[in-house]
């Protein structure tokens, strides 16, 4: 003990810049997950007005746009002690994984006592976990653990070399079996590091797989934007403001280079390179690749999920353009037989009426599918759980 | 192209919360870093009455705390013009990677406009790189790139697993030799993150192996904190309030268990098994851990490393403690030989006395090695700086 005392007595005695890091934090604790599941929020600004908390634990409210009247973010306020400690404490919550931010006179800002943030396209956000039940699969509990590596390949049709995430499982180092694969893929304005931070993939992964309720597998966690080498501050653009949409994402160019993916993983990781063990999923404009990357090579995936797919209006299934050929390479990739083609939604989701056409399209076609229905719109709760719902059924 | 502008729009139309996160940022731009090296900071906060940015780029200040006046950072205010957007434009800086916050009335906040932000113990603080010389080894550039894997290992001697990180080189896949390894111990307060982040360790060797003045190497990032299974946020411990100093970090206890991480490393890596190719360096408490285990271990590392040593002072060295043997143990060390031990600390760095005083007693007992004295104290620009010095000279 005596050490560690007489160390930090000498960093206090002889603060500088950047050893005010170590003693500016602390002041107040927050956010605090009570045992009851109620949240306590605590800010220090003795000199602010107003300090609010928004956060996707609250119930949406009607906010005015350019666009109309929306859903957006509720926003509660806090209340002011004497020490010029505000605070504020929710009811109960249902067990999630939440994202929060104050508002401090009407400035929007992180939440300084908590430094566990997660970055979401250009914002960054305060996270938090109430536990229980579903949210148990997004912790890191006290089970094996995969090994999750960063890496780079060369993406030989694009040019230049690109970061991919990996998730390996529990024991793959050790063991000479071969495993099968699911290529996971994220949504516009995401990037490699997506899936692992919001969408919690390696914890639902590793507790899956401890349950013994998903079979041990790669999750291949590839960048889908093909004018990125990386993520935004990941790669050789440096440090820029991230992009929703970045050019050429969405014009073919990305499915038409996936198998180089593909051969990267089967050359440099000890799967079985087949059919049977190979699965595609996405979210949103992830879910747009799996189900063109898995109808252009119609006879490779036995698994694609399909979830918030952002599917596009009909005039784009023209014949120029990405959809060229679209119900004869379903009809191919039908004929050529697969185990699951998985469909997810939610039913206030922006985009339920291109899932709901595209359905009626594989009705008529024959193409066989199993659909999910949950509540709630286009975000992350949505699609962990699906992630929880479609890995049991792979590879089994 | 027309299909993500007419996702885009269907995004805009059905505006949720968690859609929000997609087009609250981009503002404004900031910071800008322009190519007379000069870089402006930008802010929207209309109902702000004065906006100030602080950070490492500015000269420090002399601040008043309960022990005395210190050295503090630097701020300066940023004005306003008609449209509430404030700004700042500083004069030419010198390349380096910058830590900064801005304070609107007075509270401290991250800037939203930069979503690059580096954990230092509790504090998250943005970051920006000025490019060139030496701070062109802390940017991803487009180089070979090695892989970095966030791996858990049994710590047998403590009874869990726990997680490192490790830096394998350009190439390490794909060939069958064998290569050295570097163990970088991190400070107190860190992690088995400290090294990646604010250290650009990957950056670094990534440069510096591509330039051919660095060995290509293993670089194994282990956590310091024998009470922790991994770092705040990414262990079974969940969101917590991260401390500058845990229990048991500085009792010997890590040392004691240091070769179950070499075991590790050794029974699941690709490497020279052997002294010649084992070098261990620290910052802080890491300097620490790394004379320590040297000692401990007295013919294991051909190369010792010790950036700014938390060199306790001589009450410690007594018998019963971490410092038992000190003197005896350190001669074994010297006796059975070892190609580089390499000192280096900052002149205004707290620690400045002890490890002149350590220097004293290597002199006493004829213990060769080699030192470096840069400018200013304490702060990760001196620790990128010792990396990027003491690599090259390994393994050569």
Known sequence: MKNYIVFALLCITSLTQAQEALFSGGKVSSPQVHADKTVTFRLAAPQA????????????????????KVDGPGKVNLIKNEDGIWSFTTKALNPELYTYAFIVDGFKTT?????????????????????????????????????????????????????????????????????????????????????????????????????????PMLVVMPNGNVGQDAAPGAGSDGYYTPQFMTPETMNGKYEAQFMDIVDFVETNYRVKANKENR?????????????????????????????????MPREDKSDKGVYADFEETLKAQKDNGYKLYWIAIGES?????????????????????????????????????YLSEFVPLLFQ
């Open 49 to 68: 007005d107003s300090v609010q908390v928004t956060g996707d634990f609250l119930p949406t409210i009607k906010v005015e746009t350019p666009m109309g």
């Open 111 to 215: 939440d300084p006592a908590n430094p566990f943030l997660i970055r979401d396209v250009v914002s960054v956000t305060n996270i938090f976990i109430v536990p229980g039940e579903q949210a148990d699969l997004y912790r890191v509990q006290d089970v094996p653990h995969g090994t999750v590596a960063s890496r780079w390949y060369d993406a030989q049709d694009l040019g230049f070399d690109r970061k991919l995430s990996i998730y390996t499982p529990p024991g793959y180092e050790q063991s000479d079996k071969e495993y099968p694969v699911l290529y996971l893929l994220h949504g516009a304005g995401g990037d490699e590091e997506a899936w692992l931070s919001l969408g919690r993939a390696a914890q639902i992964l590793d507790n899956l797989i401890a349950e013994e309720k998903a079979a």
């Open 279 to 311: 699965a595609i999923a996405g979210l949103s404009m992830g879910g747009y690749h799996s189900m063109h990357i898995s109808r252009f090579y119609p006879d490779t995936f036995d698994y694609v999920g399909l979830f918030s797919a952002a599917i």
């Open 349 to 385: 989701d922006f985009l339920y009426e291109a899932n709901t056409e595209y359905r009626e399209l594989l009705d008529k076609i024959g193409m066989p599918y199993e659909y999910t229905e949950s509540d709630g719109g286009h975000i992350w709760r949505n699609w962990r759980v």
